[in-house]
């Protein structure tokens, strides 16, 4: 089991852009079905506020693929446009991140 996380937020992308990659609680249940039917994908859960989004997924055995590209896939928009607006995550990286983020700090870790 493992781990992936696939973020935008306003430190990387101005309003225009998050809007893309914004869900409503509709488009959620929407994203909850599509990726159920991913194969290795265990679980998600995305965080969606006009700052941020977030997708988490946790994954079974030896998945591959890319959840970037899911992601623009289930939008509907080319990829190689807006690569370089999101934040990668996975494992350690990713779980120390969700900690941070769940107990409101987003400050820089040491160690």
Request: aromatic share 10%; net charge neutral; charged share 25%.
């Amino acid at each position: 089991m493992g781990i992936e996380m696939i973020g935008i937020d306003h430190n990387t992308a101005d309003i225009d852009i998050r809007m893309i990659f914004s869900f409503t609680k509709k488009n959620t249940e929407e994203l909850y079905t599509y990726m159920k039917r991913m194969q290795g994908i265990a679980g998600c859960v995305l965080l969606s506020t006009c700052n941020r989004m977030e997708l988490w997924v946790s994954t079974a055995g030896n998945r591959s693929g890319d959840l970037y590209g899911i992601l623009c896939g289930f939008r509907g928009v080319e990829p190689e446009r807006y690569r370089d607006y999101f934040t990668f995550r996975k494992e350690r990286e990713a779980v120390l991140h969700l900690f941070r983020l769940a107990g409101g700090t987003l400050l820089p870790h040491s160690g």
